[in-house]
């Protein structure tokens, strides 16, 4: 009888176990920035184990075992060369040996000194990926993935896209079966990073159909090498370059650009996002300064 009480009682366990496992699993995840720097970015930004920290965010990712996870591109340091996607092909094969499928978006480093053949690389490991525009839908929640390269674009490509862009918008709109849209592209329509800047012609082209849709609350980029954070009109812009390219630093926060996470700046981050009804929650993970762990950032939802 004892013994009888033991087994099941560690059934109880084990079931109970599982069942908190599942509910923290994240719906989602997105990285951007996984790039090697370059010896020319070394010249004028500090290294500081920068392959490390990607590789300990993909195995992180991998972890957990999101049901889709997003890379906001600068997937690699120049697409072009084949050596350069050797370690993301690494964690690549390890997340699709775990079940987790990977979506991703172009970086200006993926297309960077020859944009076709930065694209084939591209298109190879990631067969899903439309350069004007796509949709990857996961638990209720659409997340659409623009280019926004725009010098690699032609004029009948950005066209195409800002057309696509609005119809997708207000089908999922009238689509009962979406929750919540997500938008995602590699610039920053808003940064106070002091190498790179915001991007006006995301503003113009991406943001606005944004701000007009009814389901669509958050907006996700990179580029610049933090985590930042802008209120718009009511809605969320985050940044989320920290997947391993060299930190930038940035300017003091202001009028113009409000980074409301002002006090949060790890150097190495990713974003979980996971959705409870009809709002999303949303986390970020940052690497420890040991390098051997992640510990929860900074966390809120909107909806």
């Not at 978006?105 to 899903?128: C, E, I, S, Y």
């Not at 929640?141 to 390269?149: C, D, F, K, T």
């Not at 944004?210 to 209120?231: D, P």
């Amino acid at each position: 009888m004892r013994r009888i009480v033991y087994i099941l009682f560690s059934v109880l366990v084990v079931c109970h176990g599982a069942a908190r496992a599942q509910q923290k699993r994240p719906v989602m995840a997105f990285a951007s920035d996984t790039q090697e720097p370059m010896w020319v970015e070394k010249i004028f930004l500090k290294s500081d184990h920068n392959l490390e920290a990607t590789q300990m965010i993909f195995k992180e990712v991998s972890e957990r075992r999101p049901k889709a996870f997003f890379i906001l591109g600068d997937v690699v340091s120049s697409g072009k060369k084949p050596g350069a996607w050797k370690n993301i092909d690494l964690y690549l094969g390890k997340a699709a040996k775990d079940s987790v499928p990977v979506f991703a978006t172009l970086g200006n480093h993926d297309v960077m000194f020859n944009a076709q053949k930065g694209m084939r690389n591209f298109k190879t490991r990631f067969p899903t990926y439309e350069p004007t525009g796509y949709t990857v839908i996961t638990d209720s929640v659409a997340v659409v993935l623009l280019n926004s390269n725009f010098g690699a674009l032609s004029t009948e490509d950005i066209t195409k896209q800002n057309a696509w862009y609005k119809q997708k918008l207000k089908d999922l709109d009238a689509d009962a079966s979406i929750k919540l849209v997500i938008v995602g592209c590699h610039h920053s329509p808003y940064t106070n990073s002091k190498i790179v800047k915001p991007s006006p012609l995301v503003q113009q082209y991406f943001v606005e159909p944004f701000l007009a849709s009814a389901k669509c609350t958050l907006f996700i980029s990179g580029h610049s090498h933090n985590y930042e954070q802008f209120k718009v009109k009511g809605k969320d812009f985050v940044v989320i370059g920290g997947g391993g390219g060299l930190h930038q630093d940035v300017r003091a926060n202001n009028d113009v650009m409000h980074d409301v996470a002002a006090d949060y700046k790890p150097i190495f981050h990713y974003l979980e996002v996971t959705r409870q009804g009809n709002k999303l929650e949303v986390l970020s993970r940052k690497l420890a300064s040991d390098f051997k762990s992640f510990a929860d950032g900074r966390k809120f939802e909107v909806k």
